[in-house]
């Protein structure tokens, strides 16, 4: 079977280790090899769902395997801000890279794009980030904490801003009748905590994490 992989660093596999950013592709690794699927994955760092429809409609023009799916993981990259324009003047009003309403909108066109080629579109939860060590990390080359926490109010903002676009996903999965694989379940079931399954910067997948998408994705499977 093949699946086409669309969406960010997430399912890349990109990890933060030692100060560094690498690709760890081994949950599409093992995946490929254990449920014998011809995966092609089309994820980019720092990609949003507006980033994606162009390459989603080029795709969709070329013909579907017999029995292709394609999954679908956006919202990380899309309910980001630009931190160093709120740092400078807290005091203005800002929109994140994608509005909720342009988000799902988004996301329905992928969703009706890749079902008219004649694939089964899949859409992903985003997995939880840790509001702490995402702030420490955009601040680390000296962007003011004080002056970001102002405009937040707190620091949990980030978490259930974040939070919220994956309730997009699922409100639109909800609409389109689209199949839902729940990343974010996945992560929060068992109590397990945040600090394991996230690299420092707080957003991207441990090796631990990566494992987790795993057993997400083969229990879908």
């Not at 760092?45 to 429809?53: E, H, N, V």
Request: hydrophobic share 35%; glycine share 10%; with cysteine.
């Amino acid at each position: 079977m093949k699946v086409t992989v669309y969406g960010d660093s997430i399912l890349k596999g990109v990890l933060l280790e030692d100060g560094k950013y690498t690709v760890n592709r081994e949950w599409e690794k093992r995946i490929g090899a254990d449920c014998g699927l011809d995966i092609r994955n089309r994820s980019r760092f720092g990609c949003t769902i507006q980033k994606a429809l162009d390459l989603i409609r080029r795709d969709s023009r070329e013909p579907a395997a017999e029995g292709e799916y394609a999954l679908l993981e956006f919202g990380g990259n899309d309910c980001d801000y630009d931190w160093s324009r709120i740092a400078a003047a807290p005091e203005g009003t800002y929109d994140c890279k994608t509005p909720p309403e342009r988000f799902c909108a988004g996301l329905r066109e992928a969703v009706r794009l890749l079902r008219g080629s004649g694939r089964t579109p899949v859409l992903l939860t985003l997995p939880p980030i840790h509001s702490e060590r995402y702030l420490r990390f955009i601040c680390r080359d000296g962007l003011d904490r004080e002056r970001i926490l102002s405009w937040l109010g707190d620091v949990d903002a980030i978490a259930r801003w974040q939070a919220a676009y994956s309730r997009l996903v699922e409100r639109v999965a909800a609409e389109e009748g689209v199949a839902l694989i729940d990343l974010r379940g996945a992560f929060l079931r068992d109590g397990r905590p945040a600090e394991e399954l996230l690299c420092a910067d707080g957003i991207h997948p441990s090796r631990k994490g990566q494992s987790v998408i795993y057993d997400a994705l083969r229990a879908s499977v």
